[in-house]
């Protein structure tokens, strides 16, 4: 068997998303993820002009090698472009492997560890009344877990607030947006926001909440023990974690489960924090890490220290690595939770797919391969359209962290 052609096809029905399809000379084809949210286009060039060639006429069942073959072969190992261009492979090796052996993903990988896969939504509101009434539409949605997020007094355009209700797209503009950032503001307003919640809606759903990078290791600590009586299901990226040491100054003054990791593209970047045992959710996803082949390494040397995943699924992350990670999110012996925002109708008419949501969860299908395809059709309908993350300042016009 071969790989006898590949293609990646561009397409933006409301947001910009990458995606490699590879077709072998038996008909089977399998498809690809390879978005990366503001630098899309870094990919598709990775893609074309450096794996694609190489794929041709090699083995498509031949995962293991493959993934070894671009990644020490490349020789300029991990980064965030390199490694979704090899995830996308993978994610599409997997689904030819899956087609062919005609049974849904997560049989392959070892059968399912659960009936249905937990996920979180995004509420999200200007202030803290607007989040409160968001987080009570998410509980009558459903939803066992809820991301709040609010605006900050004195902050402009805070992050994770959105313009909708369900939908969240920070890439906005041709340019970055400018927005704001305030800590002591933030440090003033989130317990604040997460008592009233704990008021309004009592103890019986998961909260979380996302510091998104904005916080030194010391502040983080603080608002993790402020936020103690809460009872978060997790805080996310308190504090950015390139030096995975910072971490363990959060872990020694705060209960508060940590989870980081929608940002890293290898076991290397969460080595330390998982074998010291500094955080509690690794938040990987398989666009991000590399495939199905790396994520499962990564959770692998988690489980060892009873650190659950939590894969990361804003809506930059297209159906297609959705449908991979819930086919991931069965199996894994050691699940925490899945990041769920939904995609536009738009989008799902673009992807069609077979998960499906219900009561709080989100199920994957029976489909023979990881369930998702492309409409090749509809998707040169939206054709590409430069959209970049903002940026964010702080009140003197100092660059911070978005
Ligand atoms: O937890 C999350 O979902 C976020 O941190 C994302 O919204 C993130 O900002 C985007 O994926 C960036 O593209
Ligand atoms: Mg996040």
Redesign the pocket.
């Known amino acids: 068997m071969k790989i006898q052609d590949a293609k990646v096809i561009v397409t933006s029905p409301g947001r910009n998303f990458v995606t490699l399809k590879i077709l072998t000379d038996q008909g089977v084809y399998g498809i690809g993820d390879a978005t990366m949210?503001g630098r899309e286009l870094a990919v598709v060039t990775y893609l074309q002009d450096h794996v694609i060639p190489c794929l041709i006429g090699m083995d498509p069942r031949r995962i293991e090698d493959i993934w070894q073959y671009l990644y020490r072969g490349a020789y300029w190992r991990r980064g965030p472009v390199t490694m979704r261009a090899i995830a996308a492979v993978d994610m599409a090796l997997w689904d030819i492997k899956a087609k062919m052996a005609g049974m849904p993903l997560y049989q392959l990988l070892g059968g399912r560890s659960r009936d249905r896969v937990m996920v979180y939504g995004h509420a999200n509101g200007a202030d803290i009344g607007e989040t409160v009434e968001a987080v009570g539409q998410y509980i009558d949605m459903g939803y066992k877990a809820i991301r709040a997020q609010s605006g900050v007094p004195g902050v402009k355009d805070a992050y994770g607030v959105g313009r909708g209700k369900l939908h969240y797209e920070?890439?906005d503009a041709a340019l970055p947006s400018v927005t704001g950032w305030d800590t002591r503001q933030a440090l003033n307003h989130v317990p604040k926001l997460f008592e009233k919640l704990r008021d309004t809606y009592g103890f019986d759903h998961h909260l979380l909440h996302?510091g998104?990078h904005r916080y030194t290791p010391q502040e983080a600590a603080n608002l993790g023990k402020i936020l103690e009586p809460y009872q978060l299901f997790w805080l996310?990226?308190c504090t950015p974690a390139e030096n995975q040491e910072a971490f363990r100054i959060v872990r020694q003054h705060t209960t508060t489960p940590l989870a980081v990791g929608?940002i890293f593209n290898t076991i290397w970047d969460c080595k330390d924090l998982i074998q010291n045992q500094l955080i509690d959710y690794i938040r990987c996803t398989v666009v991000g890490a590399g495939g199905i082949t790396h994520l499962r390494r990564i959770a692998d040397l988690a489980s060892l220290y009873q650190v659950r995943t939590g894969c990361?699924g804003?809506t930059?992350l297209s159906p297609v690595t959705m449908g991979c990670a819930l086919h991931f999110d069965t199996w894994v012996p050691n699940f925490g939770i899945q990041?769920y925002?939904r995609h536009t109708e738009a989008t799902d008419e673009v992807f069609p797919h077979d998960y499906i949501f219900a009561d709080g969860h989100l199920h994957c299908g029976e489909t023979p391969g990881h369930g998702v395809d492309i409409d090749e059709e509809k998707a040169a309908r939206h054709p590409y359209k430069p959209a970049y993350?903002p940026v964010a300042r702080l009140g003197d016009g100092s660059m911070w962290n978005w």
Do not use: G, K, S
Request: charged residues 45%.
């Open positions: 949210n920070p890439a996302d998104h996310e990226d929608e990361h804003a930059d990041e925002m993350l």
